[in-house]
């Protein structure tokens, strides 16, 4: 029988995986998505990486998908002298937004609206809020007195966070736009839209997808207490979510973080949209061969929580063991994945929506496998729409999914549970059905006598919602 975990594993591109020999180990350690991060590398890099992941796809009969991670309106402080200064607490300093070398009486801020957005009594958090700054005073135009109430040493381009402030800079940059033409171009599956605040962020970037006439799907990620605010219409417009703790934990509280993170992930699985949880998971693991056990929790909470994906940054980006980081993941995964309280969420379907014929079907398929003991679900979809609903109620049976739409198998690839096969014919419905049991036997997914359900439409030429429920044995 073969083994495959349900929770997808997500790890940034970066130095350490440019050798496509290391990342075909990730692939078969169990690696799901390729994150490329915009903040950092150049389009040549990202087009060797793409088609590096592309060929290892083809070689190994994978679907490993790509997401554009989009930098967003980051804030940063400017070049400091000698990459080194100490800001002293209860000293004064200047913030300008004219370019100059920094040092402990002025910086230089990336953000040229600072003077006329920033109030006075406001807080400045600078590198991940290791130093703290309050605003004494602004002229409105290029420069802010602030004092330092906890000092530490700066070193160059560190990110700036305004916990307070209304920012007025666009969700979408100059360079994110031009990024987003490259990832569109480059057929990217999805695309992470940074520091959203509302859900007009999300709609603005869906509509330069559709307009471009491509297929990318969208995920905010939640870093900004405005984000929180708006949460749920947020979860309701974009495609799915990724907790990014780095950010979120230094814009709020960070105690507020872990049952945010809980509350976010239990709303995403009820209407069915992809949650990532991101930030720090093994961050250890950048240096060290081995996980913290505080990370193992972590990482183990995470899919207790039933999040669909974990992420990696720079423990696969530019750490030292890449590999090892996704097989100390997946063994996490796998031992949480044998208890059974992580599965079963279901929720009944709403009436009176035009999916509810779909979603019944989904609900009652994944409610008669749990109490019929199913070993698997297999299901066709054109859309992907059906996927995504059979594994928000998190069954136990295995997820498989055909469809001859052969681009959507590496969307699904972020998707809890989800195992996804190109199929193109759409025969009788029985014979279809015989097909595609007959199919996941030889790969030894399934063996004689095991029951599972299909679910379909009728007429299959007709690709319609789905509206079919069969229970049937192998074999």
């Given at each position: 029988m073969n083994h495959f975990n349900r929770t997808k594993i997500v790890a940034t591109m970066g130095p350490a995986t440019a050798d496509a020999r290391v990342l075909e180990e990730m692939f078969n350690e169990g690696l799901d998505i390729c994150r490329i991060n915009f903040s950092h590398g150049d389009y040549e890099a990202v087009?060797?990486?793409?088609?590096?992941?592309?060929?290892l796809n083809k070689k190994l009969n994978r679907h490993v998908g790509i997401l554009g991670d989009l930098q967003g309106p980051k804030l940063r402080i400017?070049?400091?002298k000698n990459n080194n200064v100490t800001l002293e607490p209860g000293k004064e300093i200047i913030i300008t937004t004219k370019e100059?070398?920094?040092d402990e009486n002025c910086l230089y801020i990336t953000y040229p609206q600072f003077p006329q957005d920033v109030?006075?009594?406001?807080?400045?958090?600078?590198?991940?809020?290791?130093l703290h700054l309050k605003v004494q005073e602004t002229n409105g135009k290029d420069e802010v007195r602030c004092t330092i109430t906890v000092g530490g040493i700066l070193s160059s381009k560190k990110g700036v966070n305004l916990p307070n402030t209304k920012i007025s800079l666009p969700c979408l940059t100059v360079k994110d736009i031009r990024d987003l033409e490259f990832a569109l171009e480059q057929d990217f599956d999805w695309i992470g839209l940074s520091f959203v605040r509302s859900v007009t962020d999300v709609v603005e970037l869906k509509d330069i997808i559709r307009q471009n006439g491509k297929r990318a799907k969208v995920i905010a990620k939640i870093e900004k207490p405005e984000a929180i605010r708006d949460i749920d219409n947020i979860i309701d417009v974009?495609?799915?979510?990724?907790?990014?703790?780095?950010?979120?934990?230094v814009e709020l509280p960070m105690e507020q973080v872990p049952l945010?993170?809980?509350?976010?992930?239990q709303k995403c699985i009820q209407v069915g949209k992809p949650v990532i949880i991101a930030t720090q998971m093994m961050e250890s693991m950048i240096t060290s061969y081995t996980p913290t056990r505080a990370e193992v929790n972590d990482v183990a909470n995470a899919v207790m929580d039933g999040a669909d994906a974990v992420m990696l940054s720079a423990e696969t980006s530019v750490g030292k063991y890449p590999v090892k980081v996704i097989e100390m993941m997946r063994r996490i995964i796998t031992q949480v994945e044998e208890v059974d309280s992580i599965y079963y969420r279901e929720h009944a379907p709403n009436l009176k929506t035009i999916t509810y014929i779909t979603?019944?079907?989904c609900?009652?398929?994944?409610?008669?496998?749990?109490q019929a003991g199913v070993q698997a679900i297999i299901s066709m979809t054109n859309s992907g729409y059906t996927a995504f609903k059979l594994a928000s109620h998190r069954p136990k049976a295995h997820i498989f999914i055909f469809t001859d739409n052969e681009a959507l198998l590496s969307t699904l690839s972020l998707v809890w549970g989800i195992r996804g096969f190109y199929y193109n014919k759409y025969e009788s419905t029985d014979d279809t059905i015989t097909d595609l049991k007959n199919y996941i036997r030889t790969l030894g997914l399934v063996k004689d006598d095991d029951l599972v359900i299909n679910i379909a439409s009728m007429p299959m030429k007709d690709k319609g919602r789905t509206n079919m429920m069969k229970l049937s044995y192998v074999g």
């Open positions: 087009k060797k990486n793409v088609s590096t992941i592309r060929e400017g070049l400091v100059c070398e920094g109030k006075v009594g406001e807080t400045v958090l600078i590198d991940d809020g290791k974009t495609d799915g979510i990724m907790v990014a703790r780095g950010d979120l934990g945010l993170q809980k509350m976010i992930v979603d019944s079907i609900f009652n398929a994944c409610n008669l496998a749990h």
